[in-house]
């Protein structure tokens, strides 16, 4: 994803990608990656996971190169909604401990109150999981929260902006060291000892606990991954 520098704004854009799109499995940037979700605008109150051959898995069992069509319309995000907690996709956890990796492009209408973009959950508990998230008012940064028990945070060094593209990555390198990552600038590191229980769900635009779900994404979500 390149990073353009325009001299007249000084401002750095980040450029999100354009579909279709051709994944090759074989290439460094893929080495690592066990699940893509392109994602499409919700049908009902259920976000789409258009991916052609990846359509309803998370696994990359595909080698070589491979076309992904985002589907109807080319709709490449999904849209939450801060009054509903209905629209989103949960799917099988890629994923269940650290060394790990989550990210995704996410579009903030506002910087309001916390809302959710990857939440890898055991949803049989209420206190184990890795949750990145958008802080709100209070602190307006990108934030992991993994809790075992109870919760322990790494934050961006810079705050997220509204109204514009942002890519927001999370690393748990071990169970001692985690990270985050907002348009690519390291953040403070959480070196607390955390080994969240049963993790076995992934929830994109919204947190999915024992006791309901939450903190609904109020704006747009593009190309979740985890590594």
Not at 33 to 60: H, I, K, Q, T
Not at 153 to 171: D, G, K, M, P, R
Not at 191 to 212: C, D, E, F, R, Y
């Amino acid at each position: 994803m390149p990073l353009i520098i325009t001299s007249r704004t000084r401002r750095k854009l980040l450029i999100r990608p354009h579909p279709p799109y051709v994944l090759n499995t074989d290439s460094a940037q893929a080495q690592g990656l066990v699940g893509w979700w392109p994602l499409g605008e919700p049908n009902g109150d259920v976000c789409l996971n258009y991916a052609g051959p990846l359509y309803n898995s998370f696994r990359l069992t595909q080698t070589g190169r491979m076309l992904i069509d985002p589907g109807p319309g080319g709709a490449d995000f999904a849209k939450g909604n801060r009054a509903s907690t209905a629209n989103y996709l949960e799917t099988t956890a890629p994923l269940t401990a650290a060394p790990l990796s989550m990210g995704c492009w996410a579009y903030p209408i506002d910087r309001t109150t916390k809302e959710s973009t990857l939440f890898l959950s055991n949803i049989s508990s209420n206190t184990d999981y890795f949750q990145l998230y958008l802080g709100g008012s209070a602190n307006p940064k990108l934030v992991l929260a993994t809790s075992e028990g109870g919760e322990t945070l790494a934050e961006s060094l810079e705050e997220y902006a509204a109204n514009i593209w942002q890519h927001c990555c999370a690393v748990c390198s071990t169970t001692t060291l985690r990270k985050t990552f907002l348009n690519g600038i390291g953040g403070v590191a959480d070196t607390a000892s955390k080994t969240p229980a049963s993790i076995g769900t992934l929830a994109l635009n919204v947190s999915h606990i024992a006791s309901g779900i939450f903190n609904p994404f109020n704006g747009r979500i593009a190309h979740a991954c985890v590594w």
